[in-house]
Antibody, heavy 120, light 108 residues
Framework: EVQLVESGGNLVQPGGFLRLSCAAS????????MHWVRQAPGKGLVWVSR????????ANADSVKGRFTISRDNAKNTVFLQMNTLRPEDTAVYYC?????????????WGQGTLVTVSS | SYVLTQPPSVSVAPGKTARITCGGN??????VHWYQQRPGQAPVLVIS???DRPSGIPERFSGSKSGNTATLTISRVEAGDEADYYC???????????FGGGTKLTVL
């Protein structure tokens, strides 16, 4: 069974940093692209970042470019999101999701999410 | 950046048909995927590549596209279909995935 389990969400002050993790199991992790998608309270889904299968190529939404970094450890079946210079508008549930390699593929599995709250 | 437009809400009586649209200025040349998100849960794929239904998704769910508007159709709507629905595409110009704003389906 495919499982994605996020962790690392917390309350952090504006300007602070946080590192999210997503542990994967039940599939060949190194064959899939991985993504982070966030959802602010009461709002819609917003794609944040993605990383390719071997970690050599990433893409980020304009709203997080230069502040967030996605990475992965295929030996540990884990994808990370390093979030720096956090802003109140980054407050959201952060989901990790997988897709097959390539741009047109859909998100076929999602984790349950981890809550990040940015507030003083 | 690419924009997908969905109606904020759609209401339908049980047993009737719900249609949720997703507009984008180049949707005709993109693959549109649809997700269902029930309250407090993670999204679930219900339609891929405009009209493919994943295994486990009821046949009542179908997708179509006409010009630049994609449509998710839910036939014989049930109370359990009440959820938020999102369309999604890949914007090749930016290599970004894009979601529509979401549509709240209410079963009357």
């Amino acid at each position: 069974e495919v499982q994605l389990v996020e962790s690392g969400g917390n309350l952090v002050q504006p300007g602070g940093f946080l590192r999210l993790s997503c542990a994967a199991s039940g599939f060949t992790f190194s064959s899939y692209w991985m993504h982070w998608v966030r959802q602010a309270p009461g709002k819609g889904l917003v794609w944040v970042s993605r990383i390719n299968s071997d970690g050599t190529n990433t893409a980020n939404a304009d709203s997080v470019k230069g502040r967030f970094t996605i990475s992965r450890d295929n030996a540990k079946n884990t994808v990370f999101l390093q979030m720096n210079t956090l802003r109140p508008e980054d407050t959201a549930v952060y989901y990790c999701a997988r897709s097959q390699a390539g741009g047109t593929y859909y998100f076929d599995s999602w984790g349950q999410g981890t809550l990040v709250t940015v507030s003083s | 950046s690419y924009v997908l437009t969905q109606p904020p809400s759609v209401s339908v009586a049980p047993g009737k048909t719900a249609r949720i649209t997703c507009g984008g200025n180049d949707n005709g040349r993109k693959s549109v995927h649809w997700y269902q998100q029930r309250p407090g849960q993670a999204p679930v794929l219900v339609i891929s590549y405009d009209n493919d239904r994943p295994s486990g998704i009821p046949e009542r769910f179908s997708g179509s596209k006409s010009g630049n508007t994609a449509t998710l159709t839910i036939s014989r709507v049930e109370a359990g279909d009440e959820a938020d629905y999102y369309c999604q595409v890949w914007d090749s110009a930016t290599d970004h995935r894009v979601f529509g704003g979401g549509t709240k389906l209410t079963v009357l």
